[in-house]
């Protein structure tokens, strides 16, 4: 089977970059400079007309968006269990994943990218200072739910094996800390993402990404 993932270092496309190592199997990166507007190209735009990251090249075919990534690398390697197989633990698994890209993602895009939204610089202020606080409860919900897996006896967020929720609340904590949140405020999940980054196959790609992991910043 040929892979080939295209990841822009620390954004969203590191969930399956993580998953992509983890599983073992052969894979190539190739890196999309975003902040060069490569993503605009030509020829990228070939490949995904939508200008995003990622995008999984697979069996021939082209798969974005990280929810349908993420299923496709759980079927493919099923020996990974990267996802319950339990059809309700499925389902709530992939709620929570949902969750994560559909809501906490795009709050932290009005932080990070307020020009997406208005062309005028005083609106942008408004969405970016808007925003913020609204990132900041969605941090906590993550944390929430790091104690909820605690309470059930779970090491992972999606149970008894890690997946994609962990390395997607590893990036989603990080971005908050690019928002000027101290992870330290949250010290249950910021335990639980330096526990992530530590596996090796998650440190792998953060070394290959050059990420460092708190970019918090005291005012």
Known sequence: MSLKLYFSPGACSFVPHVLLEASGAAYEPVMVKL??????????????????VPV?????????????ICQYLDMAFPQAQFLPTAPLARAKALETLSWMNNTVHPTFTHIFMPQKYSDQADVQVQVKTFAIPQYRKLVGELQNLVLQAAEHGAEWLQGAHFGPLDAYALTLTRWGTLAGINPEDF??????????????AVHRV?????????????A
Do not use: C, D, M
Request: glycine share 6%; hydrophobic share 40%; charged share 20%.
């Open 35 to 52: 902040h060069k507007g490569e993503q605009y190209g030509e020829a990228y735009k070939a490949i995904n007309p939508r200008s995003q």
């Open 187 to 200: 010290p249950t999940l910021w335990a639980f993402v330096q526990k992530v980054a530590a596996l090796p």
């Open 206 to 218: 953060i070394e290959r990404e050059r990420l460092q992991l708190n970019l918090y910043k005291a």
């Open 56 to 68: 999984l090249q697979a069996e021939g075919q082209v798969i974005t968006q990280i929810p349908a």
